[in-house]
């Protein structure tokens, strides 16, 4: 039996910390506030109330010997993830994890026109967002090459599923590019998500990166359209780039200034993974049927 820790329970982590106590593992949390202990509890999760924001706010722990999964996002704003600098923090000799799976994002990659990315490819954050990404992806493997510890990467696309469609965005009028403007993109489905990390943290090599996506490239409008046609609610209005560019928000427009084609290769071969879900048609469907 080994010990887990996850830093960062949301929704993948709760299904990642579930699979493993099914399993009979014994399984640490955090949550970013007290209000959130009840949650882990529910769960069969140990709780730890950790602010990664503060140095200051994060107990002593013991991830010594575990096997952690880092799924927490950085804080919003700056090009550093600080809530990364005060985990490692608090790394040592003798507080050194077995094992890290980290999940990043491809935006690490940047825009790429359009072209397949691998996991060759190099990175080039374009946004504040994938800057912080990959400032997070360098301290793990700095502190891994100092402690010994085995690192493994995950740089994943658009994640949806159950409980993670834009359905109260599309109800309120959400617009999309037209599609012949949209850029190309990739997705993947929660619960495939929560069985990829679970194989990388048993059959990644330390060093690995794996590009996970479910293969099929397809763009942000399809992905809002479909939403639409599967829960009948109207489609959402398209606009041109001159048009998005004034009316959408600047946060929500700087995600549709980059373009990839993600490739998985490396990720069904090495991980041995077969995708519940390698078309979006097939995960909408699965989440109408199972909202939970």
């Known amino acids: 039996m080994s010990a887990y820790t996850i830093i960062g329970c949301g929704d993948i982590g709760l299904r990642v910390a579930r699979r493993l106590i099914k399993q009979g593992e014994v399984v640490t949390g955090t949550a970013h506030f007290e209000e959130g202990v009840a949650i882990l509890e529910s769960a069969g999760i140990q709780p730890l109330v950790a602010n990664f924001d503060y140095q200051e706010d994060i107990p002593e722990f013991s991830v010594n010997g575990h096997r952690v999964f880092y799924f927490l996002a950085p804080q919003g704003g700056g090009s550093s993830d600080y809530r990364m600098i005060n985990f490692c923090r608090r790394l040592s000799a003798e507080n050194c ?5 980290y999940i990043s994002t491809s935006g690490v990659y940047g825009d790429c026109g359009g072209q397949l990315v691998t996991e060759d ?4 954050p374009q946004t504040s967002r994938a800057k912080r990404r990959v400032s997070a992806e360098q301290q793990l493997r700095e502190h891994a090459d100092k402690l010994g510890f085995e690192l493994v990467i995950l740089r994943v696309t658009g994640i949806y599923g159950p409980g993670r469609l834009p359905l109260s965005q599309l109800k309120k009028g959400h617009e999309v590019l037209r599609p012949e403007d949209a850029p190309l ?3 993947i489905h929660s619960l495939d998500l929560v069985e990829i990390c679970l194989a990388a943290m048993e059959k990644g ?3 690995d990166v794996f590009n996970v996506c479910d293969g099929q490239t397809s763009s942000m409008s399809d992905y809002f359209m479909a939403v639409a046609r599967l829960y009948d609610l109207p489609q959402p209005q398209q606009l041109s780039w001159a ?3 004034k009316r959408m928000n600047p946060l929500t427009f700087s995600f549709l200034k980059e373009s990839r084609r993600m490739s998985n290769h490396k990720m069904l071969e090495k991980l041995g993974i077969e995708l519940k879900y390698s078309t979006l048609d097939e995960g909408l ?5 199972s909202p939970l």
């Open 97 to 101: 994890p077995e094992r890290i799976v």
């Open 121 to 124: 490819t190099p990175v080039n």
């Open 185 to 187: 993109t990739n997705r």
């Open 205 to 207: 090599e330390h060093g």
């Open 243 to 245: 048009e998005a560019e």
């Open 285 to 289: 469907k699965a989440c109408r049927n």
